[in-house]
């Protein structure tokens, strides 16, 4: 289910990210009124995989200070670290057979950086600063890609990015958020 998109502008530091509204569970599809993406103290974030962590991430995750002044360093450390621990209390966090944690896929903006937090807890910043993750994914990085150069708003790419993701993509729907740093 979704798309989920991410853009840096290296020329204005300002980081967008842009979600569909599709909650899809096999071949039902749900046009969701709770978005997926959203603000959450200083940070900006959009998901995928299921709308209770969307709601975790959303309601009870409480952002640590950012003490530190390697951001790398403090999303991999302590923001992961309480994203795990909102997880487990909220009874979302997940073990595989091996016992190893799994959460979801998400994106988040913080300032001028962007970042995508897989499903075993990584942290991934991309240095072409686009991101996207969901079922949309692949459509939107390449809408991003052919659309950077044109000269039009980031905002724009992201709502093309969107689009090119429902028009190709069955789990992908309509009404569009967008949020800007």
Do not use: H, W
């Amino acid at each position: 289910m979704t798309c989920i998109v991410g853009y840096l502008d290296k020329k204005t530091k300002k980081v967008t990210i842009g979600a569909d509204s599709a909650g899809v569970s096999g071949l039902e599809i749900t046009i969701r009124k709770d978005p997926k993406v959203f603000k959450n103290g200083d940070f900006i974030i959009g998901c995928t995989s299921s709308f209770r962590m969307i709601q975790l991430l959303r309601f009870s995750f409480k952002p640590p200070e950012v003490k530190c002044k390697d951001i790398y360093e403090y999303m991999c450390v302590d923001f992961v670290n309480a994203v795990r621990a909102c997880f487990n209390e909220g009874g979302y966090l997940q073990k595989d057979k091996e016992g190893d944690e799994k959460g979801g896929c998400f994106l988040v903006a913080y300032k001028d950086r962007l970042f995508k937090v897989d499903r075993d807890f990584q942290v991934g910043e991309s240095l072409n600063g686009m991101y996207s993750c969901g079922c949309g994914s692949d459509f939107a990085l390449g809408s991003l890609f052919s659309t950077e150069k044109t000269g039009i708003s980031t905002k724009d790419m992201i709502l093309k990015a969107l689009e090119s993701a429902v028009f190709f993509s069955a789990g992908v729907a309509k009404p569009f958020l967008v949020l800007e740093t």
